[in-house]
């Protein structure tokens, strides 16, 4: 019932700043943890960072920690990831992640909904 649209990525040079949307749509919670997530081909799916239900609790993983910022506008049903100074690291498929209940906020499996997916790409 929960479907989320993930949107802003797109092609930036090393340096350089983008902004990803998540938009969820249907049925949706009051309180909700929602996250963000990048796999690289070949790879595992990795952290990137997540915010409580309240915007009072932010998390990130180190390897972003200092250059990406995450909020939400709950009146809009959105979480956003603001990232700057990017790195050709950071090239990957990003996704969005809501969590209904209790959970591990680094943990994938933590999570209920997944949305599609927005290519990152930053080239050197």
């Known amino acids: 019932q929960v479907q989320l649209q993930a949107c802003g990525g797109g092609l930036v040079q090393a340096g350089g700043s983008l902004r990803l949307s998540c938009a969820a749509s249907?049925?949706?919670?009051?309180?909700?943890?929602m996250g963000w997530f990048r796999q690289v081909p070949g790879k595992e799916r990795e952290f990137v960072s997540a915010?409580?239900?309240?915007?009072?609790?932010?998390y990130y993983a180190d390897s972003v920690k200092g250059r990406f910022t995450i909020s939400r506008d709950n009146a809009k049903n959105t979480v956003y990831l603001q990232m700057n100074s990017l790195k050709p690291e950071d090239t990957a498929v990003y996704y969005c992640?809501?969590?209904?209940?209790?959970?591990?906020?680094?943990?994938?499996?933590?999570?209920?909904?997944w949305g599609q997916g927005t290519q990152v790409t930053v080239s050197s």
């Open positions: 249907g049925r949706t919670f009051s309180r909700y943890a």
């Open positions: 915010i409580t239900w309240s915007g009072g609790s932010t």
């Open positions: 992640a809501l969590m209904r209940g209790l959970g591990l906020v680094l943990q994938s499996r933590s999570y209920d909904y």
